[in-house]
Structure formats: structure tokens, C-alpha cells
């Protein structure tokens, strides 16, 4: 992402997935999540789907035991295989923990969809001093302050990544107010 701050382009790399830090990554399974084809009205709808920060990450078609197949096959759509393997390890580390232990690391999709309004509302109380929505000049220079540039980053990142989430949910897609969404 770059910015232009009193003339100087600034740039920073967003990272959607924590790799050194898994335990700050949100992850999400779900089943029967409707796909829409493109260039087509038709959907699919894999079995199941892992969602790591809202991004798909991972679909999964099962068969019936009674369906014999040959053998299976995987498709790298996003080029991560070379990464699933240290997730794989993280997810056998859990093998003999007590659940209070693992208290906060999976979490269920309607607790982190109940946070949007939240997250969203602590994004933008962040500009509560500016008087004009439209006034780009006003963000600008509030973002100028490093700290507070800092804190929107991780605001907006923490929104970016519930909100992820929740549009991975199929009934929240169908139950929100499209007005409400495309705020």
C-alpha cells in the first residue's frame, strides 16, 4: 500500500496471514458455502472450506466411504501448499492441550460477526474530529501522526479481517440489509 505524506511516498506490505505468529490468524470452517461461477448464475458449493483471516484458504470435496475412488487431488489456487505443511504442525501441536488452553484460538463465525459494528464504529471514531466527511485533506493530515497512523492500520486491520469473515458466511449475506453493507 503507498501514500503520499507532505510529498514523500510512503509504502508498507500488509500481511493477510501471520506465518511467525499463527496464533494471531482467525480460522474459520465451513460447510456448503455457495460459490458463484463466473460467467455463469450458477453456484458450487464445496463440502468444505477453510477460511484463514476470511480469505479462502483451502476446499475440501468429501465422498460417501461407499464412492470408491481411485485416489484424490489437490488444486494450489493460491500457490500455498509450500506453507500448509507449517500448518498442519500447528494443528497437531494441539493434540493433548486442555481446552482452557486453546480458550481464544477458534473461534465460532457469529461472536466475530456480532464485533463488525464495533470494529467498524472504532475505525472511524478515529476521525471523529474531522468536520467534512469529504475533506481528504483533513484524514491526511490526522494520519500524519505516526502513532495514530499506526492505530488506524491495526484498526483497519481488525476490520478488514472480521469483516472477512463475516461475508465467508452465507446467512449473514443473506440476512443483512444490502444498504448496510455497502456502506
Request: charged content about 30%; some cysteine; aromatic content about 12%.
Amino acid at each position: 500500500m503507498e501514500q503520499a505524506i507532505e510529498g514523500d511516498s510512503k509504502s508498507f506490505n500488509m500481511n493477510y496471514i501471520d506465518w511467525r505468529n499463527p496464533s494471531r490468524n482467525r480460522f474459520h470452517v465451513t460447510a456448503e458455502y455457495s460459490v458463484e461461477r463466473s460467467r455463469s448464475t450458477e453456484t458450487a458449493r464445496p463440502d468444505i472450506v477453510l477460511f484463514v483471516n476470511g480469505i479462502p484458504f483451502c476446499v475440501i470435496e468429501c465422498k460417501a466411504p461407499q464412492v470408491e475412488v481411485e485416489f484424490g487431488f489437490i488444486v494450489d489456487y493460491a500457490n500455498v501448499l509450500g506453507e500448509l505443511d507449517k500448518a498442519l504442525t500447528m494443528y497437531s501441536a494441539f493434540e493433548g492441550f486442555d481446552e482452557s488452553d486453546l480458550v481464544g484460538t477458534l473461534t465460532a463465525i457469529n461472536s466475530e460477526i456480532e464485533k463488525l459494528p464495533g470494529r467498524y464504529s472504532d475505525l472511524w471514531d478515529l476521525f471523529k474530529t474531522v468536520k467534512h466527511f469529504y475533506d481528504e485533506e483533513a484524514y491526511e493530515l490526522l494520519l500524519a501522526d505516526e502513532s495514530l497512523r499506526e492505530e488506524f492500520y491495526d484498526r483497519l486491520s481488525d476490520f478488514g479481517k472480521t469483516l472477512g469473515i463475516a461475508l465467508s458466511c452465507e446467512k449473514f449475506l443473506t440476512e443483512v440489509d444490502g444498504k448496510i453493507l455497502s456502506r
